[in-house]
């Protein structure tokens, strides 16, 4: 059963009259006539009941004619909807904070590129500052950012689950032994932190109204530098979870207690117009995590 004879019976069943219906498809009246015979004979049933120049569709007939209508308009949709995929293409550029929660955003991207193969996504490892600086200048379509994060100018849709906090230390570090790490146990110590607007600010929620006894020592932008500064021996890391694969390596990573946690966001300028390969991405990462998209506020 070919989509063309289908299309051959539908414009038969509007016109109710194959010479009509010929001239309607620009194909010969005999081209339709045989098109049709066939088709019954393939379905075992008579389609429609002749008599002279008039025809009428049979129960059977009519029964067909509402599932060819459905088989050709959900044809003509998939063709449109590929045809579409075929001619968006262009570039996402995402900035990035290093989180866990990235996985949602990688898993969206592979969902993307089956979807419209001529779409590239550029991901640059970053922090929330560079983040909003490249989000103002152009250069970024989206950022992922860890929280909190000042995003009275930004639009976002927060991302599923969240990182946990902690030190990571060389495992002959006489903190290497400790099930958690508590402000205590930073007096006196090394420490490198995050460079990110906020992570302070986090940090001092975390000790309270306690005065911090430790000295900072030196910040980082990508949490693998750090770790590469931990193994140096020039201090401590405080960082989150699932980062850094400490796996055969000489860090450990100790969790926080207090539990202190960050969540993380896909965000995007206020006003932006988006591309359309910008778009196609937004719009199956909030498919994939069942969100409507948040208004566009300007």
């Keep these: 059963m070919e989509l063309r004879v289908l299309r051959y019976f539908q414009a038969v069943v509007a016109e109710l009259n194959i010479s009509r219906a010929a001239a309607r498809l620009h194909v010969s009246q005999p081209t339709i006539s045989r098109q049709l015979k066939d088709l019954e004979d393939e379905?075992?049933?008579t389609l429609f009941e002749r008599n002279g120049r008039h025809i009428q569709l049979t129960s059977s007939g009519e029964y067909f004619a509402t599932q060819a209508n459905q088989i050709i308009a959900l044809a003509d949709k998939t063709?449109?909807?590929?045809?579409?995929?075929?001619?968006?293409?262009?570039?996402v550029e995402l900035?990035?904070?290093?989180?866990?929660?990235?996985?949602?955003i990688a898993q969206s991207i592979k969902k993307l590129?089956?979807?419209?193969?001529?779409?590239?996504?550029?991901?640059?490892s970053s922090n929330a500052n560079q983040i909003r600086t490249n989000l103002k200048s152009g250069n970024f379509d989206f950022g992922v950012v860890m929280e909190p994060t000042d995003k009275h100018d930004l639009n976002f849709i927060q991302l599923p689950g969240e990182s946990r906090w902690g030190l990571l230390v060389p495992r002959n570090s006489p903190l290497a032994d400790h099930d958690h790490i508590t402000l205590a146990d930073l007096e006196g110590q090394?420490?490198?932190t995050s460079a990110q607007h906020g992570t302070i600010n986090q940090l001092q929620e975390w000790y309270g109204e306690s005065t911090p006894k430790f000295k900072i020592v030196a910040t980082y932008n990508l949490l693998y530098n750090a770790s590469l500064l931990v193994s140096a021996g020039v201090g401590y890391a405080l960082g989150v979870d699932g980062i850094i694969n400490t796996n055969q390596t000489d860090l450990t990573f100790i969790p926080l207690a207090p539990r202190l946690t960050a969540s993380t966001s896909l965000v995007w300028l206020k006003g932006q117009r988006l591309s359309e390969a910008a778009h196609a991405f937004l719009t199956q990462l909030a498919d994939d995590l069942q969100q409507p998209l948040p208004a566009m506020h300007q």
């Design 113 to 124: 590129q089956r979807h419209y193969p001529k779409i590239k996504t550029n991901v640059i």
């Design 79 to 91: 063709l449109a909807n590929i045809n579409t995929a075929k001619q968006i293409s262009g570039t």
């Design 43 to 45: 379905l075992g049933v």
């Design 190 to 192: 090394n420490i490198i």
């Design 95 to 104: 900035g990035s904070a290093e989180a866990r929660s990235f996985l949602t």
